[in-house]
Antibody
Framework: EVQLVQSGAEVKKPGESLKISCKGS????????IGWVRQMPGKGLEWMGI????????RYSPSFQGQVTISADKSISTAYLLWSSLKASDTAMYYC??????????WGQGTLVTVSS | DIVMTQTPLSSPVTLGQPASISCRSS???????????LSWLHQRPGQPPRLLIY???NRFSGVPDRFSGSGAGTDFTLKISRVEAEDVGVYYC?????????FGQGTKVEIK
C-alpha cells in the first residue's frame, strides 16, 4: 500500500527556519516525483514544486522559487520542504503528493505550519 | 504558467441529482507525447485531496463510476451522475502537461 506520512504540526516565530518531512513507503521511492502543495487557511491548492529522488532533479513554481527549498534523502525514502526564514504569510497546511505518470496520485495527510510572533 | 479556470465556484445540489463542473485552461493541455494530462481531485473538509480522474476521463483506483470526465484541448468537464452525501467538498482540476503544475480555484459542492 502506497503511503506518504508527513511530520507533525509546527508553531514557529517569524525569521526562524523550518524543515518538514514526507516519508514514502509501499513503492520504489526513487522512481516517482514527489511534489509539495500549499493550502492557506480557507483557500485553494497552490503547487510549489517537485523533486525526483532518483537524481534530485527539482522544479519550482516561479511563485515559490527562492522562497523554499525542496530536497530528498533517498536512503530513508523521505522528501523535505525547507524554509530559511519564515514569515507570517507562510502559515498554511502543506501537503506532499507523489506524482505518478499522469498526476499527483497519492497524498500525505498534511503538515500544519503556524508562524506567529 | 497555464491558468486553470473553473466554473461555477459554488454548486448547491440535491441528493440524487447530477452535478457538473467545468474547467478551462489558458492553453492547450495536449502534451508532445499526444496525451492530455488533465486531472480532477476532490477534497473533503479537513482531509487531504484525493485523485478522482486522470488524463481527462480515467477513473483512479476505487473511484465510483458515478464520476466521469470529458473534454479535449482547453475545455474539460467533471460530471457526477447522482450526487451522494459523501461527494460534498471542493473539486479541483489540475494540469500536469507542463511545469509548473497548476490547479483551478476549486468548486465547492454542497447539498441544498
Amino acid at each position: 500500500e502506497v503511503q506518504l506520512v508527513q511530520s507533525g504540526a509546527e508553531v514557529k516565530k517569524p525569521g526562524e527556519s523550518l524543515k518538514i518531512s514526507c516519508k514514502g513507503s509501499g513503492y520504489t521511492f526513487t522512481t516517482y516525483w514527489i511534489g509539495w502543495v500549499r493550502q492557506m487557511p480557507g483557500k485553494g491548492l497552490e503547487w510549489m514544486g517537485i523533486i525526483y529522488p532518483g537524481n534530485s532533479d527539482t522544479r519550482y513554481s516561479p511563485s515559490f522559487q527562492g522562497q523554499v527549498t525542496i530536497s530528498a534523502d533517498k536512503s530513508i525514502s523521505t522528501a523535505y520542504l525547507l524554509w530559511s526564514s519564515l514569515k507570517a504569510s507562510d502559515t498554511a497546511m502543506y501537503y506532499c503528493a507523489r506524482h505518478g505518470s499522469t498526476s499527483h496520485d497519492y497524498w500525505g495527510q498534511g503538515t500544519l505550519v503556524t508562524v506567529s510572533s | 504558467d497555464i491558468v486553470m479556470t473553473q466554473t461555477p465556484l459554488s454548486s448547491p445540489v440535491t441528493l440524487g441529482q447530477p452535478a457538473s463542473i467545468s474547467c478551462r485552461s489558458s492553453q492547450s493541455l495536449v502534451h508532445s507525447d499526444g496525451n492530455t494530462y488533465l486531472s480532477w481531485l476532490h477534497q473533503r473538509p479537513g482531509q487531504p485531496p484525493r485523485l478522482l480522474i486522470y488524463k481527462i476521463s480515467n477513473r483512479f483506483s476505487g473511484v465510483p463510476d458515478r464520476f466521469s470526465g470529458s473534454g479535449a484541448g482547453t475545455d474539460f468537464t467533471l460530471k457526477i451522475s447522482r450526487v451522494e452525501a459523501e461527494d460534498v467538498g471542493v473539486y479541483y482540476c489540475m494540469q500536469a502537461t507542463q511545469f509548473p503544475r497548476t490547479f483551478g480555484q476549486g468548486t465547492k459542492v454542497e447539498i441544498k
